[in-house]
């Protein structure tokens, strides 16, 4: 069974950054959308930032400009730096992979592997 398994969770303040990693088999990083979702309390999960590896990354609005997503080469894993972090940005962000057959789309259906999550904390 593929796994995807994320790390670099944690609490930071407001205006604070984080690198979320996520590992996967190295099949995944050039055949598959890989996304970033997060889901907060009391909130629908929606995709944060998505790795397309036929194109250019496809960011939230929440994110432009603070978050950015890529493939790490050297460690093999997918990440994602988040900068000047919100107290919005409180969630739980999963690594989600899914074939690339036309495109990469921010719908969750869309991605058949998923990591466990991994706690994201911002306080003011």
């Known amino acids: 069974q593929v796994q995807l398994v994320e790390s670099g969770g944690g609490s930071v303040q407001a205006g604070g950054s984080l690198r979320l990693s996520c590992t996967a088999p190295e099949y995944i990083y050039t055949g598959f959308c890989m996304a970033w979702f997060r889901q907060g309390p009391g909130k629908e999960r929606e995709a944060v930032a998505i790795n397309d590896p036929q194109g250019e990354p496809i960011y939230a609005d929440s994110g432009k400009g603070r978050f950015t997503i890529a493939i790490d080469n050297d460690r093999n894993e997918l990440f994602l730096q988040m900068t000047n972090l919100k107290v919005e940005d409180t969630a739980t962000y999963y690594c989600?992979?899914?074939?690339?057959?036309?495109?990469?789309?921010?719908?969750?259906?869309?991605?058949?592997?998923w990591g466990q999550g991994t706690q994201v904390t911002v306080s003011s």
């Open positions: 989600a992979a899914g074939f690339r057959a036309f495109g990469c789309e921010k719908l969750s259906g869309r991605y058949n592997l």
